[in-house]
């Protein structure tokens, strides 16, 4: 498929220095922002005293939730747009841009300050001295639904939001009931943070004459942003400009239209200077949105055979203090699309529960939450086939969904486009040979070591929750080189790469021609959703490579007259419209340039539809643990994925490492703490464990491609693939090596004391 760049060619940019993160952003008369934010988790604000900062020299103004809500702002944005169990409808909940009366976490805006410099924002910050009255907190969602819990809006009870309820209850009762044998989990999705390297960040300007506000800020897509912002301040869209270029990760929290960026645009309008802010790593850990927070009862029904009957959930979903732009709905829909993973259950039935806590909001994180999926229903497979004493791949091999039922439909109403897992499977038992683990885990116990292996099959909702539309340009210019124009740029993903060879491979053209320029305020105005749900190539992708045909439909014609000669005796072959029978040609770009700007330009502007997708995976780990000091070391993990064609290799395989990396990091370590006070305890890189390059270098990628049918490039998702099949395989895998000594479950993280202490444990009873 046309000509392939070695790597990614946005690399030598990004690894040079040369990028531009936001920070590197700068203007003319800037000044600088710093947030004051609460330090309590729970607490009536009776009063903010910012006298000595105001007085201070070089401060240009301090802003408080006054001032935001006397702009009007705080409408909060949701997805949400389906009702809950027995009608529910989703309540609106004020969004406090900086805290009006009350605060309901630690790290939320209680006051802006605007000064000169830094430096003089950061002293002036510290002399705001803010009054609280303590209230009670409550940090888990649990124990917020509990009758007598602290409340934290008047008109939520019990700090339920919502509840989100899909399958058919009466039914699942019934086939439990009749079940031979039912498997019962509860399994915690910890509270993780994404920790980005490019903290939160924003430059913000307003400009008088147009009352149009320019916000350059890392994001995950520009749409998104101005929609967020615009609900949320009422700025009309067309008068905000969000800009993204280089973003150093996104990871799902940067789709947020976060607080901080509406007080900012007020600041740059109160001080009529372009204001910049740059967080803190310790703000990025407080007031970034974080990503997981569920805990989850699962259980499975079986008959005689192992045959699965059923499979029943209940998620406590843990929102946080107020409710992120994505959070609710990442956890309520789309799991229920995929809560089958790749089974033939028949029935099933869940309800999921949003939760108010005093807490930060929670929002989607790499895979959203797909990897809870497969993480209960692959926890709960092992777990049956040991109860039942199945093996654990055969209880598969009779579930899994047979590659001939495909397109298959779910009973919770969605179909799954394509797929093999059985293919999948067993490609992967034979990459990671599968058979010989007896020597392998011999070898293991003579040096001490308990072994573990598991094997995991997972699906997933790509595509799921973007816009209807999704909208590309391609543009030409006088040099006739092609400028693609897409609300969805990359926030790691390589999407300047793959776009333009698609494009590339469409037009006949070199990759290196065409240029990419996402979240452009400047370019043509397009429709879409930004850089979420692993759906940008499928849906940009195809939108694109659509785009291209209508630019060689047009072309044709115009080559017609340009070489006065009929369309139907022109054939379109790399790049050159050629007249058949003669050696007469012209070349596309050359055609471009020629009509560069006029009524007969090959400027093209491509409305696609969105795409979605069920990318498949299966991924074996196997693991060794140290029984004197708990610490997992990952031996060998293969990853076999269908995420249909892969138009990029080194991307695709990018991502599924990525990926991985990332599910790794929630298996072995990374989670967040409060204490009951509301306090994050871990709140920096010393009390949270972030995965090293070093915890796995054994990773080996493998593609059982099924193109997907639905999109001209046969493309699905793979942006998070690699982290909703690690959770499950990692987690099973050790579980599998604690087995034999009567461990069957440790919360996450896996980290060396909770396997030390659950080792011990047993010790001490056995
Ligand atoms: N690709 C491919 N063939 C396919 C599908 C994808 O070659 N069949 C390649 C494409 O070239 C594309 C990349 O894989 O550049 C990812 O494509 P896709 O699966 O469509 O995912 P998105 O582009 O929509 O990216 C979003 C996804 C999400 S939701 C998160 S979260 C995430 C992720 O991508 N955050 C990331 N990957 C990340 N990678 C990095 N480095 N940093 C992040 O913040």
Same mark, same amino acid.
């Given at each position: 498929?046309?000509?392939?760049?070695?790597?990614?060619?946005?690399?030598?940019?990004?690894?040079?220095?040369?990028?531009?993160?936001?920070?590197?952003?700068?203007?003319?008369?800037?000044?600088?922002?710093?947030?004051?934010?609460?330090?309590?988790?729970?607490?009536?604000?009776? $009063?903010?005293?910012?006298?000595?900062?105001?007085?201070?020299?070089?401060?240009?103004?301090?802003?408080?939730?006054?001032?935001?809500?006397?702009?009007?702002?705080?409408?909060?944005?949701?997805?949400?747009?389906?009702?809950?169990?027995?009608?529910?409808? !989703?309540?609106?909940?004020?969004?406090?841009?900086?805290?009006?009366?009350?605060?309901?976490?630690?790290?939320?805006?209680?006051?802006?300050?605007?000064?000169?410099?830094?430096? =003089?924002?950061?002293?002036?910050?510290?002399?705001?001295?803010?009054?609280?009255?303590?209230?009670?907190?409550?940090?888990?969602?649990?124990?917020?639904?509990?009758?007598?819990?602290?409340? %934290?809006?008047?008109?939520?009870?019990?700090?339920?939001? !919502?509840?989100? @309820?899909?399958?058919?209850?009466?039914?699942?009762?019934?086939?439990?009931?009749?079940?031979?044998?039912?498997?019962?989990?509860?399994?915690?999705?910890?509270?993780?943070?994404?920790?980005?390297?490019?903290?939160?960040?924003?430059?913000?300007?307003?400009?008088?004459?147009?009352?149009?506000?320019?916000?350059?800020?890392?994001?995950?897509?520009?749409?998104?942003?101005?929609?967020?912002?615009?609900?949320?301040?009422?700025?009309?869209?067309?008068?905000?400009?969000?800009?993204?270029?280089?973003?150093?990760?996104?990871?799902?929290?940067?789709?947020?239209?976060?607080?901080?960026?509406?007080?900012?645009?007020?600041?740059?309008?109160?001080?009529?200077?372009?204001?910049?802010?740059?967080?803190?790593?310790? @703000?990025?850990?407080?007031?970034?949105?974080?990503?997981?927070?569920?805990?989850?009862?699962?259980?499975?029904?079986?008959?005689?055979?192992?045959?699965?009957?059923?499979?029943?959930?209940?998620?406590?979903?843990?929102?946080?203090?107020?409710?992120?732009?994505? $959070?609710?709905?990442?956890?309520?829909?789309?799991?229920?699309?995929?809560?089958?993973?790749?089974?033939?259950?028949?029935?099933?039935?869940?309800?999921?529960? =949003?939760?108010?806590?005093?807490?930060?909001?929670?929002?989607?994180?790499?895979?959203?939450?797909?990897?809870?999926?497969?993480?209960?229903?692959?926890?709960?497979?092992?777990?049956?086939?040991?109860?039942?004493? *199945?093996?654990?791949?055969?209880?598969?091999?009779?579930?899994?969904?047979?590659? @001939?039922?495909?397109?298959?439909?779910?009973?919770?109403?969605?179909?799954?486009?394509?797929?093999?897992?059985?293919?999948? %499977?067993?490609?992967?038992?034979?990459?990671?040979?599968?058979?010989?683990?007896?020597?392998?885990?011999?070898?293991?116990?003579?040096?001490?070591?308990?072994?573990?292996?598991? %094997?995991?099959?997972?699906?997933?909702?790509?595509?799921?929750?973007?816009?209807?539309?999704? @909208?590309?340009?391609?543009?030409?210019?006088?040099?006739?080189?092609?400028?693609?124009?897409?609300?969805?740029?990359?926030?790691?993903?390589?999407?300047?790469?793959?776009?333009?060879?698609?494009?590339?491979?469409?037009?006949? *053209?070199?990759?290196?021609?065409?240029?990419?320029? !996402?979240?452009?305020?400047?370019?043509?105005?397009?429709?879409?959703?930004?850089?979420?749900?692993?759906?940008?190539?499928?849906?940009?992708?195809?939108?694109?490579?659509?785009?291209?045909?209508?630019?060689?439909?047009?072309?044709?014609?115009?080559?017609?007259?340009?070489?006065?000669?009929?369309?139907?005796?022109?054939?379109?072959?790399?790049?050159?419209?050629?007249?058949?029978?003669?050696?007469?040609?012209?070349?596309?770009?050359?055609?471009?340039?020629?009509?560069?700007?006029?009524?007969?330009?090959?400027?093209?502007?491509?409305?696609?539809?969105?795409?979605?997708?069920?990318?498949?995976?299966?991924?074996?780990?196997?693991?060794?643990?140290?029984?004197?000091?708990?610490?997992?070391?990952?031996?060998?993990?293969?990853?076999?994925?269908?995420?249909?064609?892969? =138009?990029?290799?080194?991307?695709?395989?990018?991502?599924?490492?990525?990926?991985?990396?990332?599910?790794?990091?929630?298996?072995? $370590?990374?989670?967040?703490?409060?204490?009951?006070?509301?306090?994050?305890?871990?709140?920096?890189?010393?009390?949270?464990?972030?995965?090293?390059?070093?915890?796995?270098?054994?990773?080996?990628?493998?593609?059982?491609?099924?193109?997907?049918?639905?999109?001209? %490039?046969?493309?699905?998702?793979?942006?998070?693939?690699?982290?909703?099949?690690?959770?499950?395989?990692?987690?099973?895998?050790?579980?599998?090596?604690?087995?034999?000594?009567?461990?069957?479950?440790?919360?996450?993280?896996?980290?060396?004391?909770?396997?030390?202490?659950?080792?011990?444990?047993?010790?001490?009873?056995?």
């Amino acid at each position: 498929m046309g000509v392939k760049f070695r790597g990614r060619r946005e690399d030598y940019r990004l690894v040079t220095g040369a990028g531009c993160y936001t920070s590197d952003w700068n203007f003319p008369d800037q000044v600088y922002a710093v947030f004051v934010r609460s330090n309590r988790g729970h607490a009536k604000l009776r $009063g903010i005293d910012a006298s000595v900062a105001r007085e201070m020299e070089g401060v240009l103004a301090v802003l408080t939730g006054e001032d935001t809500m006397a702009a009007g702002f705080g409408a909060a944005p949701s997805l949400i747009r389906y009702p809950g169990k027995g009608g529910m409808s !989703f309540p609106k909940i004020h969004r406090e841009v900086m805290a009006e009366t009350r605060v309901r976490y630690v790290g939320q805006e209680v006051a802006l300050v605007v000064a000169t410099t830094e430096t =003089i924002a950061q002293d002036a910050a510290e002399s705001i001295i803010v009054d609280y009255e303590d209230m009670a907190s409550v940090v888990d969602a649990e124990d917020a639904l509990k009758p007598g819990a602290p409340q %934290l809006y008047d008109h939520i009870q019990n700090n339920l939001v !919502f509840d989100f @309820e899909y399958g058919n209850e009466a039914v699942a009762k019934e086939a439990f009931v009749g079940a031979a044998h039912v498997t019962k989990l509860v399994l915690d999705a910890p509270r993780l943070i994404g920790n980005p390297m490019e903290p939160k960040a924003a430059l913000a300007t307003y400009d008088p004459a147009t009352e149009v506000y320019d916000l350059y800020a890392p994001s995950q897509g520009m749409t998104m942003m101005r929609g967020g912002l615009s609900v949320g301040t009422g700025i009309p869209p067309e008068k905000l400009r969000c800009h993204a270029y280089d973003v150093g990760g996104g990871f799902g929290v940067r789709a947020e239209a976060y607080s901080e960026y509406c007080s900012l645009l007020l600041a740059a309008k109160k001080v009529g200077r372009p204001v910049k802010w740059i967080s803190t790593r310790s @703000e990025t850990f407080l007031s970034d949105h974080h990503g997981r927070a569920a805990k989850m009862y699962g259980e499975l029904a079986l008959d005689t055979n192992g045959k699965f009957l059923a499979v029943r959930f209940t998620w406590i979903v843990n929102a946080g203090g107020y409710l992120s732009g994505s $959070g609710s709905f990442i956890n309520t829909m789309p799991p229920s699309t995929h809560a089958i993973n790749v089974y033939t259950i028949p029935v099933v039935h869940g309800v999921h529960r =949003i939760v108010v806590t005093n807490t930060t909001p929670t929002t989607a994180y790499r895979g959203a939450a797909r990897p809870n999926v497969s993480y209960i229903v692959e926890r709960l497979v092992d777990e049956a086939a040991r109860e039942m004493g *199945i093996d654990r791949l055969d209880l598969r091999r009779r579930n899994i969904i047979p590659k @001939e039922s495909y397109p298959y439909s779910t009973p919770t109403g969605s179909v799954y486009d394509s797929g093999d897992v059985t293919g999948l %499977l067993e490609d992967a038992v034979k990459f990671s040979d599968w058979s010989g683990y007896s020597k392998r885990l011999a070898d293991s116990k003579m040096r001490g070591k308990l072994r573990g292996r598991a %094997l995991c099959v997972f699906t997933e909702p790509a595509g799921t929750g973007g816009s209807p539309v999704e @909208e590309t340009a391609i543009k030409f210019t006088e040099t006739g080189k092609a400028l693609l124009y897409t609300v969805s740029g990359p926030s790691g993903q390589g999407h300047e790469t793959s776009y333009p060879e698609i494009v590339a491979a469409v037009l006949g *053209i070199d990759p290196h021609d065409i240029t990419l320029r !996402f979240s452009d305020p400047d370019g043509p105005f397009l429709r879409g959703d930004g850089t979420i749900g692993s759906r940008s190539l499928m849906s940009y992708g195809s939108a694109l490579h659509n785009a291209a045909k209508v630019v060689i439909e047009k072309g044709h014609k115009l080559a017609a007259k340009h070489l006065e000669v009929g369309a139907q005796d022109i054939d379109f072959v790399e790049g050159q419209y050629r007249v058949k029978g003669t050696d007469l040609f012209v070349g596309l770009q050359e055609l471009a340039k020629t009509y560069v700007d006029t009524e007969n330009t090959l400027d093209t502007q491509f409305a696609g539809a969105q795409m979605y997708s069920f990318p498949t995976g299966a991924h074996v780990a196997e693991v060794e643990v140290d029984p004197e000091t708990g610490v997992v070391e990952i031996q060998s993990y293969v990853g076999v994925d269908d995420c249909g064609t892969v =138009i990029n290799h080194e991307l695709a395989e990018g991502q599924v490492q990525g990926g991985i990396m990332q599910g790794l990091g929630q298996v072995l $370590g990374e989670v967040c703490v409060y204490s009951d006070e509301g306090q994050l305890v871990s709140g920096s890189f010393m009390d949270y464990c972030m995965p090293r390059a070093h915890d796995i270098n054994c990773l080996a990628l493998y593609w059982r491609p099924i193109p997907a049918p639905n999109n001209p %490039l046969g493309a699905k998702g793979v942006g998070e693939a690699g982290t909703t099949g690690a959770v499950p395989t990692l987690a099973n895998a050790i579980i599998d090596a604690l087995h034999p000594l009567g461990v069957n479950h440790i919360d996450l993280p896996l980290s060396p004391s909770r396997i030390w202490e659950a080792i011990n444990r047993m010790q001490k009873l056995g």
